[in-house]
């Protein structure tokens, strides 16, 4: 199996280009399902979770096509509306496909994502909402089995917000009849983005980017040409690694709009931080100071940088607090921290993390994509050798990651 090496110790310094956003290629790559004319989308990132959700969608029946630019997806002879077992325990996103297959065949069997590594994530929004547009849905075998003649248009109150369930329910209901209005919606970025590809393929949407999205059904959709917005949290990590490391970098290619609450607390902990279009520059001209973060939906500080502003704060000149408000057990990384010498105690949803002046290299191990986040910015600090098994992981979420660190300075190898 293949590991991660890194001798710490180096301020990354450099430039690099912030890829596509993953969350937003998930959901873009299954509203390929909503028409028979093709949809071409560029700026999809070469990820392990990409190459599973166009398994997933081949296996149904989708023709897909990537070259330099992009992927070209022909959803016009689906023959099996089936989410299978293997590939949704690998990926939950898989659950994206629900909405889709059911507005624009009438049926999907859709296998139900067990509890994962983070938590629970029970999928009961997505079913609720689908009900409520008129589908009959039955939990079969581990399966989600939905169906419906046409769909209808309308309300549906989610209690949590939910980023998936708002664009499986987004992209439902722009095939159904009538209007559809998602209250407490989610307003994430990516959110945002699906509704502007599902717009190009002619779905009539509004309120996208606030918690009430409303969507007027269409009878079909056409295909499109769209480019996938730049990941934030791939930004942020760069970031908190730069901010860790006191290094200097540039991001090409950022959302920086999308960036604010991460930019905020690097401030906060002491980074300078500038942005022009769409680039962001970070320097950290000193030790970074703690910073305490509480996670939260769109706008707030995203659960998807909690463990490496953990990492950050590892080594960082006081005590923070980090509570995480949106999954129950996302502090796995913690343990492997400590391994590096970090010092943190955990009460309840909240990580207590007293900054220490050097960690020291180690054998960890990573349990999830942004878990590794993090063990690999605590690696580009700790003196000596760190090395990172199962980084699987973090091949789901970041591309290259061991030749665009290299470039910044960075003492990284991938090792078998
Ligand atoms: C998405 C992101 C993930 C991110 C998360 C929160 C993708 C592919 N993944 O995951 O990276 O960490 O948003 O920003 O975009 N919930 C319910 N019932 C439901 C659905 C969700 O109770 O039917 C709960 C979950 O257990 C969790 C909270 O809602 O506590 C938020 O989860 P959700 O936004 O749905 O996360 P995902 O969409 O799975």
């Not at 070469?46 to 969608?57: E, F, G, K, P, S």
């Not at 209808?152 to 329910?169: H, I, P, S």
Request: glycine content about 10%; hydrophobic content about 45%.
């Amino acid at each position: 199996m293949q590991k991660l090496s890194i001798h710490g110790g180096v301020p990354l310094s450099g430039e690099v280009r912030v890829a596509g956003a993953k969350n937003a290629a998930l959901p873009i790559l299954t509203a390929a399902l909503l028409s028979a004319s093709p949809l071409r989308i560029a700026n999809v990132p070469n990820l392990n979770d990409v190459r599973t959700m166009i398994q997933l969608l081949q296996r149904m029946g989708v023709k897909a096509r990537r070259d330099q630019r992009g992927i070209d997806l022909d959803a016009s002879s689906v023959t099996d509306p089936v989410a299978p077992y293997e590939l949704v325990k690998t990926m939950r996103a898989s659950v994206l496909a629900l909405g889709p297959l059911t507005a624009r065949f009438g049926e999907a069997r859709v296998s139900l994502p067990g509890g994962c590594a983070i938590g629970e994530r029970p999928v009961d929004l997505h079913i609720k909402g689908l009900e409520a547009m008129g589908a009959e849905v039955s939990i079969d075998a581990g399966y989600i089995h939905a169906r419906a003649k046409r769909l209808k248009g309308a309300r549906v109150f989610m209690d949590t917000v939910t980023v998936t369930g708002t664009e499986n329910l987004m992209m439902a209901a722009s095939l159904a009849e009538g209007e559809t209005v998602l209250e407490n919606a989610a307003r994430e970025p990516e959110v945002v983005d699906l509704a502007r590809c599902l717009i190009a393929m002619g779905a009539r949407i509004r309120g996208h980017g606030t918690d009430e999205i409303v969507v007027e059904g269409v009878e079909r959709l056409n295909g499109a040409d769209y480019t996938v917005m730049a990941d934030r949290i791939e930004a942020g990590t760069f970031l908190a690694a730069a901010a860790a490391t006191g290094g200097s970098v540039t991001l090409t290619h950022a959302p920086v709009e999308s960036l604010d609450a991460i930019i905020d607390k690097l401030r906060e902990a002491g980074a300078e931080v500038k942005t022009s279009g769409d680039t962001v520059r970070l320097a950290m001209p000193r030790r970074a100071r703690s910073v305490s973060v509480r996670t939260a939906p769109y706008p707030g500080f995203p659960t998807d940088m909690q463990a490496q502003f953990i990492a950050l704060n590892c080594v960082a000149e006081g005590t923070a607090f980090v509570t995480e408000t949106i999954f129950e057990n996302r502090f796995m990384h913690v343990q492997e921290l400590r391994r590096l010498g970090a010092r943190i105690e955990i009460e309840g949803n909240t990580a207590f993390v007293h900054g220490v002046d050097r960690l020291a290299g180690a054998r960890v191990m990573a349990t999830d994509l942004r878990a590794s986040a993090s063990l690999v910015i605590a690696g580009l600090v700790a003196e000596g050798e760190t090395v990172i098994d199962r980084i699987y992981h973090l091949d789901r979420g970041y591309e290259r990651i061991e030749e665009r660190l290299g470039r910044l300075g960075a003492r990284i190898a991938r090792v078998s």
